[in-house]
Structure formats: C-alpha cells, structure tokens
C-alpha cells in the first residue's frame, strides 16, 4: 500500500460528508467563450479544476469521487477538440498519477475501452493498477462512459450468465443485475453535482443515480474550487432523503 502524507481535517459544522459524491464537470468551453479564448483554454483550466475537486475531497474525507471527465455522445464533437481532451487525459495520468498515488488515491475506471486507442487504455490500466492497494479516497473516471451503454453491458453479461446455466431466470433481480454493472462494488452517489447551472443527468450513473440528491451550481467547471464543493455539501445536508419510504434527514 502506498505511503500516504497527512491530510487535513475539514471542519464543516458537525455533519458527516456525504460518503460518495459524483460530478458532471460541464461549462468549460462556455467558460472560455465568455473570455475570449478557445475551447482548449477551458479544458485546460478544467484539468486544474479536476486537482483542487480532488484534493478538496480527500481533505474533506469523502470516501468516493466519481468524475463525467468524457461521455460515450462526446465523439461527435471537433476532431480537434477530441485530439486536445485526449491529450490532457495523457498529460494528467502521466504527471498527476504519482501525486494520486502518494495521496493514497484508489483510481478506477467505468466505460467502455474496446475501441480506444492503445496508449489511452495501458494508461487507463496502468492507473488502476499502481493504486490499486490505496484506500485514502477512490476516484471513478467515467470515460468513454453512457449510463445506457453501461446497463446494457450489464444486461448482455446477466443474458450470457443465463445462457450458461450460471444465473436462473428467477434470480434476475434489480439487486442481480447491479452486480454486472462496470464496478458493482461502487456504492450509490449520495449527491450528484452538475455545474454550468445545466440540470440534467446527460446519461450519467442513471442506474446508480435513482435515490441521489442532485445539485446544479451556476459555476462553470474551470472556477469550481473547494468553497463551491462546500457550498454543495451543505445544500446536501439541508434535503430530506426518503428513499421510498419516510423522510431521513442527510445531518443531525
């Protein structure tokens, strides 16, 4: 297990963080337009936004950071525009992977990979693999990744389990089938955060999402710092989760 340094103890009234916390990071391209700059500028400064999200988590003792860092529908964008998202998510692995493990940071990775290039998947693999002892705080890279993409991998690995006298067909269950999704041992989002004031899921964890509570913030991604992950966290604690049943409050 890797060596970690001392993080400091957040002091947020005394409630507990929500224990898995994900985030669609949207508004970097509008964030660089209301500056004049080009889009690459704004992915750019998402990168450094993504560093100060996760070291803000592990600071705040969040136990899981599920990230939408590129979306199964994001092929369709500029080619151009894919090159520079590519290359940062080289640039980031290559010289954040070290720091993450030091950190005591478990990376892992939901998304489909067949089909992608073979650099991007041995650093997707190679990440996963160096931390994977880590237990500080996990870090879900959604890439390449659709929530419906992803129930239906799950689907055609519960069908091919039946086919092969492996599973009954009476034992095909919500519970059952979320064992197949991409990393079953991940807990449910407690909250779910979207920024650039949009409010909508965008295929993002639909399955993992049913019970979560969702906070849209008019912050572009690039300016998201701690103060606006606190500011989310406390909206958190102010709703009534009820599951279903009777309301059960997020603080005491």
């Known amino acids: 297990m890797a060596k970690t340094e001392p993080l400091p103890t957040a002091e947020i009234g005394d409630f507990a963080v ?11 391209g509008r964030w660089a337009a209301a500056r004049g700059l080009p889009r690459g500028e704004g992915h750019r400064r998402g990168v450094e936004a993504l560093r100060r999200t996760v070291r ?17 529908e994001n092929w369709s964008r500029p080619p151009a525009e894919i090159r520079e998202l590519m290359g940062l998510l080289r640039r980031f692995v290559r ?5 993450l493990h030091r950190r005591g940071v478990r990376v892992r990775v939901i998304g489909e990979r067949e089909g992608l290039d073979p650099d991007i998947r041995r650093l997707l693999d190679e990440a996963e693999e160096l931390t994977k002892d880590n237990n500080r705080l996990v870090l879900v890279v959604a890439f390449n990744y659709g929530a419906r993409q992803e129930i239906a991998r799950a689907a055609r690995r519960m069908a091919a389990a039946v086919a092969a006298g ?4 009476s034992a095909v269950t919500a519970d059952s089938l ?30 993992q999402a049913a019970y979560s509570e969702l906070v849209f913030v008019p912050t572009y991604w690039p300016d998201f ?7 989310a966290i406390a909206e958190y604690r102010r709703r009534e989760r009820r599951f279903g049943g009777l309301a059960a409050r997020t603080g005491s």
């Open 18 to 28: 929500p224990r898995h916390v994900a985030i669609i990071m949207d508004g970097n």
């Open 56 to 72: 803000a988590a592990g600071d705040l003792g969040i136990d899981f950071l599920t990230i939408f860092s590129f979306s199964a």
């Open 95 to 99: 010289h954040d992977l070290a720091d």
């Open 166 to 169: 492996k599973l009954a067909v």
């Open 178 to 207: 979320a064992s197949y999704l991409d990393v079953p041992d991940l807990p449910d989002p407690d909250l779910i955060i979207r920024t650039s004031g949009e409010q909508r899921l965008s295929n993002f964890l639909l399955w």
């Open 225 to 231: 710092d701690r103060t606006a992950l606190e500011s």
